[in-house]
């Protein structure tokens, strides 16, 4: 994951309150505020963060994305990916604040939940360090534009056959 | 045909050694089952009645000689000395142990191998067409389009979590050799005033609720497919169903939204990805074109002694025009008289490579029929092939005729199935071999599933077999009148279900019925197709 600079950061460690945070890829001061859901948060105006469940519409929130400091994707099942789509739109769309996964994730979701432009994790059961650190250092390269190539962290394997053009 | 370069291989030797740590953990206590679960899903490894069983992925169906000797090798080393083909172009094999999982992957990723996205809810082996690259009428070879998608599709971020299995077909030629409007999305390669482009169908699929899949797009740009093919799957991730695994393939989202409502939301979710850029640079395509190149073909003779009569069938039967007028595809069928379908040995395996390597340019496929393909063999060469495939028990001829059935593993392994599939499609054979009706009949496609899942395409069949459950004794519901080619269909039950060997009756009177009503030279479902279910019926249950 060497070339991954500026998506990445030491800040990954163990992090403990406020929502049980255990890893956090971002510099910034974690944001204390309490979530609200989806509905909750279009209905009152100065809210900062709020929490996506699998059924929401993540693009209702698009019109507030600058007053947005908080966004968790809720994963009440690892098995349902709702949320890697939810998080890679809010990233499309502009979202640099933090976008923190929350619920039943295994160390094996770590590597594409960061692709997906999840820079914090708050799973329910705590995961072991060095299975997760093995996890996430799983990849060199990855096939295929997400949300870290687009950031200009990480190049797809077909941009670097290419070269600096592709 | 396609060679890895340092990243595919990386990525694969990636993948065995987070699948090695996987296992550990499993056996260590420290992933409970659940957890593993989707892990060795991923991978291709099922727990089935008796053992687990490893799906091997062979992208688009090509395979080179080395490859199958490693196949046929692993057979003999994991597994009983068997191997079985599949309806995806892939290999499973039915008696592996877990603790061996992760040396067998090692043992593929030798050889450009793996078994990446073979199950679990994920974008599965992108399959296509078994003749492409070599077929008289295909438009271009659609197998650079198909490994293009196979390399997006894989370790996908965004959708290896997706609602359900997701299947897709790449074809290339009006004829339709894979099923394609029977996948997740079929997607054909056409010509649009000299330019070529992509046809996107979508939402087809067999299992309980079969349907053939729309139209949503006559023609994609090349450089926008994986685009387009993103921006499909994204609408499915967030709008199919999860509430009901029976309800959660993408054919039926298509189908509660309508296909325009469905194709409305796609092209939205298209013109936002055309603005983020997710498609690979032009280059990308260009270069995988150039491992698919021709073969130094040589002109040679055109035809060939037939005075041998079982060669001058197996000559008609299991040969396919060639876009090279010297040369032919050869069938090599897996379905010899009384055996299981699709099954080979490593003896077999290592054969059929090494004849590769001698006939046809290293190459080889395997066909969603669950048999084996050479690809580009010399019309001179045909007789020294025959001879060598019929001394190993590999020269039935009998490709696209009743005794070429697909049947699905059935409940001698399946942990799915009602009844049994195997033992059925045997007797099937050897009943219409020894009554020398075989041939009379033509081309007649047989298919058998074990249960309602349709893994054997029983409602694609001619003739379809489905096994039930019928108060704890196996029963069989007969279909007629299905098909998976250009003329797609899907088969309709004839009536109350039949037990196994009412059900060998029963295809016996439908086949008579055809050769009775037959007109010209009409195939068994043209029949069908003009005269109904009626004399069908009353023949079955008059």
């Known amino acids: 994951m060497a070339d991954r600079d500026a998506f990445d950061s030491e800040a990954g460690s163990l992090g403990a309150s406020p929502d049980a945070v255990q890893f956090r890829f971002r510099e910034d001061d974690m944001a204390g505020d309490a979530t609200v859901t989806v509905d909750a948060f279009l209905a009152q105006s100065d809210a900062s963060a709020v929490r996506i469940e699998p059924g929401d519409d993540t693009r209702e929130l698009l019109p507030h994305l600058a007053r947005l400091t908080l966004v968790e994707v809720n994963f009440p099942s690892f098995g349902d990916g709702r949320g890697y789509s939810a998080a890679r739109i809010l990233r499309e769309e502009g979202y640099r604040g933090e976008l923190r996964a929350v619920g039943d994730i295994g160390v094996d979701q770590l590597s594409h939940m960061r692709r997906c432009g999840f820079d914090a994790f708050a799973p329910e059961r705590p995961l072991g360090e060095a299975d997760a650190e093995r996890a996430l250092a799983t990849w060199d390269n990855v096939y295929q534009h997400a949300v870290d190539t687009k950031l200009g962290a990480w190049r797809t394997i077909a941009q670097k056959r290419h070269g600096a053009g592709a | ?542």
């Open chain 2, 1 to 542: 045909m396609y060679r890895y370069d340092n990243y595919d291989q990386a990525m694969v030797d990636a993948r065995v050694e987070e699948f090695r740590d996987q296992t550990r953990r499993r056996l260590d206590g420290s992933l409970s089952e659940d957890q593993f679960k989707p892990l060795r899903l991923m991978n291709g490894l099922y727990l089935q009645l008796h053992a687990y069983m490893l799906r091997v992925a062979i992208p688009y169906g090509t395979l080179n000689s080395r490859q199958l000797i490693a196949l046929g090798d692993i057979a003999d080393k994991y597994d009983r000395g068997y191997g079985h083909f599949t309806t995806r172009q892939n290999l499973q094999y039915n008696w592996v142990k877990l603790a061996n999982a992760p040396e067998i992957l090692a043992d593929l990723a030798k050889v450009e191998m793996h078994a990446i996205q073979t199950s679990g809810n994920c974008i599965r082996n992108i399959s296509s067409d078994h003749f492409a690259g070599a077929a008289a009428d295909e438009l271009v070879d659609p197998r650079p389009y198909a490994e293009l998608l196979r390399q997006w599709s894989s370790f996908h971020p965004e959708f290896t979590y997706l609602p359900r299995k997701f299947k897709i077909a790449v074809i290339a030629a009006e004829k339709d050799r894979a099923a394609m409007r029977l996948h997740d999305i079929g997607i054909q390669i056409v010509e649009r005033d000299g330019e070529i482009g992509a046809r996107f169908f979508v939402g087809g699929g067999m299992g309980r609720t079969p349907m053939i899949a729309p139209m949503i797009r006559e023609f994609v740009p090349l450089d926008q497919l994986v685009t387009y093919a993103e921006a499909c799957l994204r609408v499915y991730n967030r709008y199919g169903r999860r509430d009901n695994k029976y309800k959660a393939r993408i054919k039926i989202l298509v189908h509660e939204l309508g296909a325009e409502e469905y194709t409305r939301q796609v092209e939205e979710e298209f013109a936002h990805l055309l603005k983020v850029g997710v498609e690979p640079p032009r280059e990308e395509l260009e270069r995988i074109k150039g491992f698919f190149t021709e073969p130094p073909f040589e002109d040679g003779p055109k035809q060939v002694d037939r005075s041998d009569p079982d060669f001058a069938l197996w000559l008609r039967n299991n040969t396919h025009r060639h876009k090279h007028d010297c040369y032919v595809s050869a069938v090599i069928s897996l379905k010899p008289v009384g055996g299981i379908p699709g099954d080979a040995s490593g003896e077999q395996m290592r054969l059929m490579a090494r004849l590769a390597k001698e006939y046809s340019f290293d190459e080889l496929r395997i066909m969603h029929t669950q048999n084996v393909v050479l690809p580009h063999v010399r019309i001179a060469d045909l007789p020294a092939l025959w001879t060598a495939l019929d001394e190993a028990g590999l020269g039935a001829s009998n490709m696209d005729t009743i005794e070429d059935m697909i049947a699905c593993p059935g409940l001698d392994y399946c942990s799915l199935a009602n009844a049994r599939s195997i033992p059925l499609a045997q007797r099937i054979s050897e009943r219409f071999d020894a009554a020398g009706k075989t041939e009379k009949l033509g081309e007649l496609k047989l298919k058998i599933s074990g249960c309602i899942n349709a893994c054997g395409h029983h409602h694609a069949g001619h003739i379809g077999i489905l096994g039930v459950d019928r108060k704890g004794v196996e029963n069989y519901q007969l279909s007629l009148g299905g098909s998976e080619a250009e003329d797609v269909s899907l088969a309709k039950i004839t009536g109350p279900g039949f037990t196994e060997d009412g059900v060998i009756e029963a295809v016996e009177k439908v086949t008579d019925v055809y050769l009775e009503r037959k007109e010209g030279e009409e195939r068994f479902l043209d029949t069908y197709r003009r005269i109904g279910m009626e004399p069908f019926k009353e023949a079955l249950y008059g």
